[in-house]
């Protein structure tokens, strides 16, 4: 697995998947489940290290909005290419709710996902170490046009540029 | 017709360049299978029974004759010489090489054309009234906006995985010709009580293993906010239309399950917290896309009523019965549409040879100012023929066989390539239709039980549309042998209506003859010759006609 | 037998004793015994620079005559049942 981040190939993570049962350190950068965040934030949040969430495919966001501004990192599952759904929570954490973290994709992220992902406002992914690497890295611009609005740029194109 | 500016043109042009390098990293074993699949249906390649099968976007169906010669080239140079037009105004190509097509993506980005989003999990082409732009009963040309949703669905990010494929069709006409209650979202456009002009807005239909007639979840939407609406519907579709089972992915599921009333105040939701950002369309923007379709500039002519037309044509019975079935209503005096019948015996229905593609952009050019609509219904139509040029017109049709007067009889069937092509099919549709076309090639028996769909899908996916047929078939498997069920009373339109099964499937060698026992029947039936099939059996029910098909119980 | 589309142009294709992939079902390999088929369906996946999707097809072999197909796989093994008449030529596609 290697980790890209802000379109740039990332040689240290600081940051450590939890499970919901193990015992959190006092000064680690952590990911939690949702369920845990939920059940323990209070104490997460006193710690030394940063709070991130992990969030399934089919997670509502209510549980992570009460208290957005004390995560450092979303992490959104995307459990196969074919679920969409962490496409919408990337948007919604960004646009809606105004999330200035990392956002990151895990879980099946194929560089063909990437540009896609990235207008979402997701700025890390998780992919296949090796060929993938260098194919994820020149997805970012692959397109040089956008139609519509998203979360990288809020306006559609006729709003950027003079059309026709 | 919209013409490409250079934001629209490097959009096709980046496509078909990604999609190049990722053919060759399939070819070259970069990629599995596995990971290609969904880039290749993306870019509507299927892999079908016998070979690839390309599936091209003909935004609501129109074409210049420009862009109709490239695909006659195109089905020349890497295909077998034809292709098939199909049942959302697309075309389809049954046998390009998968090294071939990143050279026919580039030659249709040259006519600005492409297959992005013809399959896959993502909104696909918008389509709509092939009439649209001329017909007599016309509220105002829904094409502005079936364009604008093109742009707006095209590589939206966050729709490009939804939990099935997502259909939209607009309607700018009284009577809807584009079967609006049948798509995932169907648009009318209309005037409300105030006199505003916008959109009436329908969700949830859709065909299939389970049809439903969608629901009108807003009675109107001002021009501006359509797409915020739009978002709105698909990020609620997104988020919570079922993944669990593919045979109940599709947005109809989801606003069955939830109720119209849960669904409608989930959309609304979210629309509240989106319409007034930059989705909300600018007058400007609305101008500009509608400049592309102002109406040509016709000739002052005086109008000749259809009646007249036909009978002082009655000299020759064969032009008369071409006038009378496939010419139609106009709202410029003097001028009419005409359908070209792509519903010949002995061809699959809705199939054209590159020479008769070549054919009708000539046509076009010379009798349409070059333009020529894709029909849903697998014919194509020619918007803007001069009336007194008809004969001239007709005589030249004839030599393609173009000219067949079956439009909205009953071998102007809707018929899906089935089994013969369709890695998805269950039986074949394609030999039905024939050897219906070909028992009833008699225009005078045509005239005479009159007005009928007929529409026959291979398998349950629907894409023939059976269910919304006056008469639909349906291919299905009984134990690895073909057989066919049979319904009645379908309707696409404003009278939406779903099929009733008569009853137990009929094999190969029954399903024509039950289909002259159903004719027959309607014949007793009818009130007069008038009385068409679709208002007999409304009259009448399902039970005369099981009884004659299956014998009195 | 073993079938599957040719990656190159997806035609169809049959696994033949000698490993290659040919696209008359009378040249290919019959196979007895479910462990085989296994066997040789896993290696077909790890040829897809050549064929896509392979899968098991049952068939009644009588004599040299592959029978007993499902209506698909016997369009799948001779084409399509309908030909395309063009109106300007008297030749059938």
Redesign the interface.
């Known amino acids: 697995m290697a980790l890209i981040r802000n379109r740039e190939v990332v040689d240290h993570d600081p940051w450590i998947n939890i499970v919901d049962d193990e015992t959190v350190p006092h000064d680690a950068d952590v990911i939690v489940s949702l369920t845990r965040w939920q059940r323990d934030h209070v104490g997460l949040v006193q710690r030394t290290g940063r709070s991130g969430v992990r969030v399934g495919s089919g997670d509502e966001l209510d549980g992570l909005i009460q208290h957005l501004s004390d995560i450092s990192l979303v992490a959104l599952e995307f459990p196969s290419?074919?679920?969409?759904?962490g496409?919408?929570?990337a948007?919604l954490l960004r646009e809606?709710y105004h999330f200035q973290g990392e956002l990151r994709a895990v879980g099946n992220v194929?560089p063909?996902?990437l540009?896609?992902?990235a207008?979402?406002g997701i700025n890390a992914f998780e992919v296949q170490a090796g060929?993938s690497l260098d194919?994820a890295l020149a997805a970012f611009g692959?397109?040089?046009?956008?139609?519509?609005?998203?979360a990288d740029d809020?306006?559609?194109?006729?709003?950027r540029?003079d059309?026709? | 017709m919209y013409v490409y500016d250079q934001y629209d043109q490097r959009i096709v042009d980046e496509r078909a360049a990604q999609f190049k390098q990722q053919v060759q990293r399939r070819l070259d074993g970069d990629i599995t299978e596995d990971e290609f699949k969904p880039i290749r249906l993306q870019n509507g390649l299927y892999l079908q029974l016998h070979a690839y099968m390309l599936r091209i976007a003909v935004p609501y169906g129109l074409l210049s004759s420009k862009q109709m010669r490239k695909l006659a080239h195109i089905a020349r140079l890497y295909d077998r010489g034809y292709g098939h037009f199909s049942t959302r105004q697309n075309i389809q190509f049954n046998w390009p090489k998968l090294e071939d097509v990143p050279k026919i993506l580039d030659e249709l980005a040259s006519v600005e054309m492409h297959a992005i989003q013809t399959s896959g999990n993502c909104v696909r082409n918008v389509t709509s009234d092939h009439l649209a732009g001329v017909a007599a009963d016309e509220l105002e040309d829904p094409r502005p906006y079936c364009e604008i949703i093109r742009q707006w669905s095209t590589f939206h990010p966050e729709f490009a995985f939804l939990p099935r494929k997502f259909k939209i069709a607009v309607t700018g006409a009284s009577t809807d010709r584009a079967a609006v209650r049948f798509h995932d979202i169907g648009v009318r456009i209309i005037d409300n009580d105030a006199g505003e002009r916008g959109c009436e807005v329908w969700v949830g239909g859709g065909m299939g293993r389970t049809p439903h007639i969608a629901k009108c979840i807003r009675p109107f939407v001002p021009y501006v906010d359509l797409l915020s609406y739009l978002e709105a519907i698909l990020r609620v579709y997104n988020q919570y239309g079922r993944r669990d089972n593919k045979f109940k992915a599709r947005i109809k599921i989801l606003v069955a399950e939830l109720g119209t009333e849960e669904f409608t105040r989930r959309v609304e939701t979210e629309w509240d917290q989106i319409k007034d950002s930059a989705l909300r369309l600018t007058e400007v923007e609305l101008d500009r896309v509608r400049a592309h379709f102002t109406p040509p500039v016709y000739e002052d002519l005086p109008a000749r009523p259809h009646a007249t037309l036909a009978a002082s044509l009655s000299q020759d019975r064969d032009f008369a019965h071409f006038v009378r079935n496939n010419v139609k209503e106009h709202r410029q005096p003097g001028y009419c549409a005409v359908m070209v019948s792509l519903k010949v015996a002995g061809i699959p229905p809705g199939d054209a040879s590159d020479t008769q593609m070549d054919a009708i952009a000539d046509l076009a050019d010379e009798f349409s100012l070059g333009e020529v609509v894709v029909t849903h219904t697998q014919n194509l139509c020619l918007p803007h023929v001069r009336q007194r040029e008809l004969a001239a017109l007709y005589a030249r049709l004839r030599e393609w066989d173009f000219a067949h007067p079956n439009i909205d009889t009953l071998t102007d069937s809707i018929c899906c390539p089935g089994l013969d092509y369709c890695s998805l099919a269950n039986a074949r549709s394609i030999p039905v239709a024939l050897e219906i076309a070909q028992r009833y090639d008699r225009i005078e028996v045509l005239e005479d039980i009159g007005e009928v769909s007929l529409k026959m899908s291979g398998c349950i996916n629907a894409c023939g549309h059976h269910h919304v047929g006056h008469i639909g078939i349906l291919g299905i498997d009984k134990q690895g042998v073909e057989a066919y069920q049979l319904m009645l009373g379908g309707s696409p339109s404003d009278d939406a209506s779903i099929g009733k099964i008569v009853g137990p499937a009929f094999s190969r060698e029954d399903i024509v003859p039950a289909i002259d026992t159903v004719l027959n029947t309607y014949r007793s039936l009818r009130t007069s010759p008038d009385e068409r099939f679709i208002d007999c059996y409304r009259r009448t029910g399902l039970q005369p006609f099981k009884e004659a098909l299956y014998g009195a119980h | 037998m073993i079938t599957g589309n040719r990656t190159d142009d997806g035609a169809v294709v049959y696994l033949a004793a000698d490993g290659r992939w040919v696209t008359d079902l009378t040249d290919a390999h019959a196979i007895e015994g479910d462990e085989e088929v296994q066997t040789l369906i896993a290696r077909a996946h790890t040829q897809e620079r050549v064929v896509c999707d392979p899968y098991p097809i049952s068939v009644a072999v009588e004599g040299d005559t592959p029978r007993g197909l499902s209506a698909r796989e016997e369009i799948r093994s001779v084409g399509p049942s309908v030909s395309y008449r063009r109106p300007d030529s008297p030749t059938e596609v």
């Not at chain 1, 809020?154 to 709003?159: D, F, T």
């Open positions: 290419f074919k679920d969409g759904r496409y919408s929570k948007r809606r194929l063909d996902q540009f896609y992902m207008r979402c060929k194919q692959e397109y040089t046009v956008t139609y519509q609005a998203a809020p306006r559609p194109l006729y709003r540029t059309r026709g």
